[in-house]
């Protein structure tokens, strides 16, 4: 007699990490896509130079896909900008991981960059909190004034909901301190981000939820 073939089905295909956000006031005019399963893509637009250079490093170096394009109000200043950027890529994070069931949810790096070294940890806990202990001896870098930076870490951290710590341990080069600062934080992300394959149906708290006390 023919022996019935047995049936081999495969594994479901976990569902693509992705979200889409808009921002308009009427100071900024702000759309961004992230793909959290991506592979570092970016298509970054923001009318600032530097900013669009370190978003790209965060992409590249979470392997985040992101494409951010933003119309701010430039002739007064960066602040609103670089602010509101901040916010967007966040929330997008925020959106595309929803209840943060399977993420490994901690992430930390150690990122040299010639003299500089920079330390960042964090937690994607949905509680907003940032730890800020990063020095420039100026004011400026090119364009953009070095105290925007806090500003966007500020708001990123906000509206992802993660608590998150950078410490510059020491460093000369401004430029260094900054791009240190933004690569630690990408390689943490990638970290946090992750599915973890033992337990991808549990969010990763004892309380069964993410956010409020531990």
Known sequence: MPTAKSKTTKPAKAPRRAATVERKTRETKIAATLDL???GASDIATGIGFLDHMLDQLARHSLIDLKLHADGDLHIDFHHT?????????EAVAKALGDRRGIMRWGEAMVPMDETLTRVALDLSNRPYL????KFSRPKLGEMDTELFKEWFQAFAQSAGLTLH???LYGENNHH????????L???LRQAV?????RLDAVPSTKGVLGGSL
């Open 37 to 39: 399963d991506g592979n």
């Open 82 to 90: 670089t602010e509101d950027s901040g916010y967007v890529v966040g």
């Open 131 to 134: 730890v800020w202990k990063v």
């Open 166 to 168: 950078v410490e510059n």
């Open 177 to 184: 301190i900054v791009e240190s600062c933004f690569k630690g």
């Open 186 to 188: 990408a390689r943490a």
């Open 194 to 198: 992750a599915l973890d394959p033992r």
